[in-house]
């Protein structure tokens, strides 16, 4: 049984052991917002935030900072209850060649108790200077523990699974559906969206993941 940590994963190794099939980048149905509205608190929540950041070097940034500053607030302004917001989770999945065990930056997820249950959007922050490694392959073995462990609560054949990863204050964001839980070469599809600048589009990213959320959210 091979083991995987994603912080320090490789696209070769990732490819020898998953069938990685990734469309180009675009402006894909789930990025499209006009259907989703903000209320006049989390406008202004947004208005501070950006304000804030315009006059704050984010570059300069460490990633503890970058992560209750920057990135947090926004995942918070997508809650809707059981979904919660939440930080540093561990995340393992066990597949048929191989097991993923490694710990996801940010996740909104159906929390019970404070206890995850289900993840459906995880986050990397990518880790900058001489460590940092690729946060896209990183990412990739994020959403395969994800979607494992929502298979392994409805038993679905194909799981749907959102994630991003982020540079300084820009979101980089993806849908991917996961199958073949139990062959030997699972299956990812990624479909990737376009780079947002949260200083200029936070707006923008709330509502994609307010439109995730409401996915899973139950009716």
Known sequence: MTKLTPSSLSLATFKRLVNLQVKEMGDYEWTQTDSISLTNQEQRRLQELKADLLHYPVLLMN??????????????????????????????????????????????????????????????????????????????????????????????????????????????????EVDGMEADIPTLRVEPSREYAEKLEAETIVKILKKIVSKYKPQ
């Open 63 to 176: 990633e503890a900072t970058l992560l209750a500053r920057v990135l947090y607030p926004l995942l918070l302004l997508a809650e809707q209850p059981p979904i919660r917001a939440l930080v540093e989770v561990a995340l393992q999945a066990r597949y048929t060649q191989f097991e993923i065990e490694g710990i996801v930056d940010l996740v909104l997820a159906k929390s019970v108790s404070g206890f995850l249950e289900s993840p459906y959007l995880v986050v990397v922050e990518t880790k900058r200077g001489v460590e940092g490694q690729n946060p896209v392959v990183q990412l990739y073995a994020q959403l395969l523990a994800a979607a494992h462990l929502n298979w392994e609560t409805d038993g679905l054949p194909r799981q749907e699974i959102f994630g991003c990863y982020t540079v300084a204050d820009t979101w980089s964001l993806v849908r991917a």
